[in-house]
């Protein structure tokens, strides 16, 4: 049990549409990264949220666009879909920033385009 | 822009057999160097993490770093079938993780 869960685990959408992720973090984390892992890929780093503000962000373009709340849960919204958006969304939790130990991802959200 | 690379494998290895996977990065500031395991249709999970010029063994698993050559590795004593799967390679810069693409192992039985 990583404390990180993701909604929903799989989604299909259609070319165009609009697409909302979620994330829960750990108990007592204030930071979510957001990464994209393509197949065959390695994950890429989409962006952070710390303490709801973004901290830091990948080579996306802006209509990957997140949100942190209160409870420090987030959210990765991604606007007018392409095919190639289709992979693998992992969301991590941590304490104050980027941690130095590593992530612990969540089980992902399985998003595909058609 | 950091960049970590790996051996493209994919890697096969005869049940208990010594699997060695390797990587290189390019940024000579990173201090922080992790292997994920991830199997397919799942998350990567953390294996081991290596900070220090050295090895660092961790049951089965030994991870190397040579930070003057920028060259991380992972080596598998005694290779299990469950061993099968993707390995990535993980570099920390600055608020971010940097993956490569991963060394496909596959242990035969």
């Known amino acids: 049990e990583t404390g990180v869960t993701q909604s929903p685990t799989h989604l299909i959408k259609t070319r165009g549409q609009q697409v909302t992720l979620r994330c829960s973090s750990q108990s007592g984390h204030n930071t979510v990264s957001w990464y994209q892992q393509a197949l065959g890929q390695g994950p890429q780093f989409i962006f952070q949220y710390y303490r709801e503000e973004e901290n830091g962000r990948g080579n996306f373009p802006p209509r990957f666009s997140g949100l942190q709340f209160p409870n420090y849960s987030s959210e990765l919204n991604v606007n007018a879909l392409e095919l190639d958006d289709s992979a693998l969304y992992l969301c991590?939790?941590?304490?104050?920033?980027?941690?130095?130990?590593?992530?612990?991802f969540g089980s992902g959200t399985r998003l595909t385009v058609v | 822009q950091k960049e970590v690379e790996q051996n493209s494998g994919p890697l096969s290895v005869p049940e208990g057999a010594i699997a060695s996977l390797n990587c290189t990065y390019s940024?000579?500031?990173?201090?922080?160097f992790f292997w994920y395991r991830q199997y397919s249709g799942k998350s990567p999970e953390l294996i081991m993490s290596?900070?220090?010029?050295g090895d660092k063994e961790d049951g089965r698993f030994t991870a190397q770093l040579n930070k003057a050559s920028q060259y991380v590795s992972l080596l598998i004593r005694d290779s299990q079938p469950s061993d099968s799967a993707t390995y990535l390679c993980a570099v920390r810069g600055g608020n971010q993780f940097y993956f490569g693409t991963g060394t496909s192992l596959t242990v035969i039985p």
């Open positions: 940024d000579r500031v990173s201090q922080s």
């Open positions: 290596i900070y220090s010029n």
């Open positions: 991590a939790s941590s304490l104050a920033g980027t941690p130095i130990y590593g992530y612990t």
